[in-house]
């Protein structure tokens, strides 16, 4: 277990080979397993997806399924979003469920950004909201402003509003501006504000 975490915190490229071989040979204990698959992840190759995506079809622990998610968003390579997409409608767990909505975050594609974008919508479930609002701060893409500032604008926990903003930072959108101002005059409160000035000022450094 220890050679499969090393090899994956090295992100070299050949240790991929034999990761994939240990995966092939029948591994009851899935600790073991779990750590294969992580490490696989880790090093962002996209030779491990065909193994990833049979783990998702075949591995009967949720947990197994999650990590497998994980390590396919990481990988981030187009031809695989439609598995976290369909993880994400299709799949029981809500463990693999969360670890999808965090999974599509590594995409910049509109599909993934539309999905990101209806739960922050759904209002009936807070959990994948908030996880979904972190997602689209990641993806990087403009499309995602549009969907955080609705959010921004009808969001009454200023907690959520300091994680709304604090994902508008790493979009750096000029169309986030005046938002982003009317609420700091708006605000009293001291965590809201001080993200609203880290926002702007990345806004403004571009």
Known sequence: MRAAQSLGVRGQSEAVEPLLQCLSKPEKNHLV????????????DKRALPSLSACLKNETRDELRSVCVS??????????LPQILAALENDSSILVQSSAVDALGNFSELSAVKRLSILVADGDNQMFRQRAIRALGRTGSASAVKPLLQALTTSSNDSER?????????????????PLNTLL???ADPRLRTQIVIALGAIDDG
């Open 162 to 178: 300091v994680l709304i903003v604090s994902a508008l930072t790493g979009l750096r959108s000029k169309e986030a501006v005046m």
């Open 33 to 44: 397993r779990a750590v294969l698959y992580s490490a696989l992840g880790k090093l962002g």
């Open 185 to 187: 005059q708006e605000s």
């Open 71 to 80: 390590a396919i968003g990481s990988i981030a390579e187009e031809s695989a």
